[in-house]
């Protein structure tokens, strides 16, 4: 009896072992992140849609797309293996309100290509969102009321945050990084972009992340190099990268939350789990910065800008 029992505890140890094993293989393969469904167009779609701007207003994230608005709070983060693994995780989140319609909010078409929030917690503040259709930066109020809207310095807005005084966007297009005036659009300082076309942009309370893609040619087809950097803003030079993983093909948006960093992946509709800590230091001597005072651009000094 006592060698059965001793055979059975280790055949229990074995199994666990395994389990183990297994349980590490997953999670180390998976990332987390949660997904969105309200983007999509058909629900038979497994990819093609997803969230274009984040922002975090201090409770609950902001998402958009489109032209549509999106509060997802509660949420908890599953992991995302690939597109068609049986293992994944889409996380759970709930919404606090109605998407809402940009396009109603502030009476015409419109394009969301990021979003940014200025001030404190729980709708204490204003949201501001790049409209790449118009050329123009809106300002919300934390009730999505229409304040004002200024011109944006870039063709082709990708990428927005809020350093505190002051919006930063990105353009995809022209591979530049403004940062503006929150009054008139006005640009105070130019950088070129580290990265080929920039699509998200988030402040860490002192630096830039900058998201977004290199491409290049190779047997007649597009490729792509997927890139997470951190830009000194005062010394205008690269400090450190972050590997991004492998699960995400489109990066589209990018929020920085309390050292966490969320990327949004177009491709999945998903949204990513970055930490901070996974970044290394990288040896770029380049000084990606411009000019420190431009001047304003015609369409800046042209542009129709509502009272506050």
């Known amino acids: 009896m006592a060698a059965t029992g001793k055979g059975g505890k280790h055949c229990l140890s074995f199994f666990l072992a395994i389990l183990l094993s297994f349980l590490f293989v997953l999670t180390g ?6 997904k969105t469904f309200m983007f999509e167009s ?19 994230f902001v998402l958009g797309d489109n032209n549509l608005i999106i509060e997802h709070s509660n949420i908890q983060t599953g ?4 597109t068609r693994s049986l293992y994944n995780d ?39 969102i790049a409209d790449s259709l118009n050329r123009e930066i809106i300002k ?31 353009d995809s297009k022209a591979s530049k990084i403004f940062k503006i005036s929150t009054d008139d659009g006005r640009i105070l300082e130019e950088f070129k972009s580290p990265i080929e ?11 830039l992340w900058i998201i977004g893609m290199n491409t290049c040619k190779h047997s007649s087809q597009d490729c792509y190099e997927k890139r997470l950097v951190k830009l000194d803003v005062q010394t205008g030079r690269i400090t450190h990268e972050i590997a991004l993983p492998g699960q995400i093909i489109r990066p589209s948006s990018l929020v920085w939350v309390d050292g966490i960093l969320w990327a949004g992946d177009y491709y999945h509709n998903r949204v990513f789990k970055i930490k901070e800590i996974v970044a290394y230091e990288i040896d770029d001597i380049t000084d990606y910065r411009v000019s420190a005072s431009a001047p304003v651009k ?7 800008i509502a009272a506050k």
């Open 90 to 128: 889409d996380g759970f989140f709930q919404f606090p309100r109605y998407p809402l319609s940009l396009n109603r909010i502030v009476g015409n078409p419109v394009k969301i290509c990021d979003l940014a929030w200025e001030g404190e917690c729980c709708g204490k503040g204003f949201l501001w």
């Open 140 to 170: 919300l109020t934390g009730n999505y009321e229409f304040v004002k809207r200024i011109p944006s310095p870039a063709k082709s807005p990708n990428g927005l945050t809020f350093d505190g005084k002051h919006l930063w966007v990105a």
């Open 42 to 60: 058909d629900p038979t779609l497994v990819e093609g849609w997803g969230p274009n701007g984040i922002a975090w207003n201090g409770r609950n």
């Open 197 to 207: 076309k920039p699509s998200g942009l988030a402040w860490d309370c002192s630096n």
């Open 79 to 82: 992991i995302f293996f690939h």
């Open 29 to 34: 393969c998976g990332h987390q992140q949660f």
């Open 298 to 304: 015609e369409h800046l000094k042209t542009g129709k």
